[in-house]
């Protein structure tokens, strides 16, 4: 059985946070609690958000870490008790958007954050959970609409929730947030966002809808993403970008793949995950070439330059500045057979187009490293 559900109110365009104020009244919100990193509050663009919010005057919160960890979680909730909050602005890119994500979980339903883990079935447990809004600062991740949160718990464990209940209630995509985004990350993010369209039109999982979006998805990312890394100041490729990651997100119900398999367990060791995913998915897709038929035809097509789809995003990712080799971050050879393991097990396997054991992410993995 297919599920087709879209999605958020989303307010898209230049100028979208000037409407926070009005959509925090629309929700019925009196305190909220925003929730970023210390990184976006010395842009300035925290500063712009609370202007934006005004009269009401959320409760702050800046510790999120580039990996959302459940010491931040416990001291969000700290604030969410002693302020007497009733829903979450998440305000940056993936990881305060996980965090808020998690706090509306836990506001709601109480208990742990592994109690809510997909690999246990707690993630069947969600239903409706508090209030949110979500502003992303960066064209990537497409947390502002994703169903998934991941956290790293104080063990060590990184457990991930997934429920359509988690996605928020209101996004405020404005692309002039993005402007200050360094090259680096604008390609990290960007490289994020088109792999999401190309995990999730390889994906065997049914949903039309979906599929027509991620290819959209794609020839938008493939086609702007070299020009966001160039000249950060276009705003048409930021607003190209952030509609390309606000489209990946979107579709993530249909499932990813091998790339986000492997890019998960590599993210606990602290590893920026777009970094990981442009190094991974071009060996995904010369890895998956024979189960995709027609579908690796289309998607040369939709990446508009006639190299096959490996080929392709592994010359995109060198043209961007990224690194090609897992060795170039640090990871080694005796990591390798840890991480294979947990990749064959992690949930986003499932779905990826052609089967694939730990034997199979180990050769992967020693390719890409």
């Not at 019925?28 to 005057?57: C, E, F, M, W, Y």
């Not at 607003?239 to 990813?256: F, I």
């Not at 971050?329 to 840890?338: F, I, K, S, T, Y």
Request: charged share 20%.
């Amino acid at each position: 059985m297919t599920l087709i559900q879209y999605l958020s109110r989303i307010q898209f365009d230049f100028g979208a946070i000037s409407t926070l104020s009005d959509e925090i009244d629309r929700l019925g919100l009196k305190q909220p609690l925003l929730i970023t990193d210390k990184g976006i509050a010395a842009a300035g663009i925290l500063d712009r958000v609370l202007d934006a919010a005004g009269p009401h005057r959320p409760i702050l919160y800046d510790g999120t870490t580039e990996n959302p960890n459940e010491a931040s979680l416990e001291a969000c909730m700290d604030l969410w008790q002693a302020h007497g909050c009733d829903g979450v602005i998440a305000l940056g890119g993936g990881s305060p958007i996980d965090l808020s994500k998690a706090v509306a979980l836990l506001a709601s339903h109480g208990g742990r954050f592994s109690d809510y883990g997909v690999k246990t079935g707690g993630s069947e447990k969600i239903g409706p959970v508090a209030p949110q809004i979500a502003i992303p600062t960066a064209a990537g991740t497409g947390a502002e609409v994703g169903r998934a949160c991941v956290m790293t718990l104080n063990d060590g464990r990184k457990t991930v929730a997934v429920n359509l209940n988690m996605v928020a209630d209101v996004v405020l995509c404005d692309p002039e947030l993005t402007l200050s985004l360094p090259p680096r990350l604008t390609a990290a993010t960007g490289i994020d966002a088109l792999s999401h369209g190309i995990e999730t039109f390889c994906s065997p999982t049914v949903n039309p809808p979906a599929e027509a979006i991620a290819r959209d998805c794609i020839e938008r990312a493939a086609r702007w993403l070299p020009r966001a890394v160039a000249d950060g100041s276009s705003r048409e490729a930021r607003w190209q970008m952030m509609m390309a990651s606000l489209e990946g997100g979107m579709v993530l119900q249909k499932g990813l793949g091998g790339a986000h398999a492997m890019a998960n367990p590599l993210g606990e060791a602290g590893y920026h995950h777009g970094t990981l995913i442009g190094i991974l998915l071009p060996h995904v897709l010369a890895f998956n070439a024979p189960s995709l038929q027609e579908k690796s035809d289309r998607l040369q097509r939709l990446l508009g330059n006639g190299q096959n789809p490996a080929e392709f995003v592994g010359g995109l990712v060198a043209q961007i500045g990224l690194p090609a080799r897992l060795s170039d971050l640090g990871v080694r050879e005796n990591d390798l057979p840890a991480l294979s393991e947990k990749a064959a097990t992690d949930h986003l396997s499932a779905t990826n187009p052609r089967p694939a054991a730990q034997g199979d992410y180990l050769d992967l993995l020693r390719r890409a490293l």
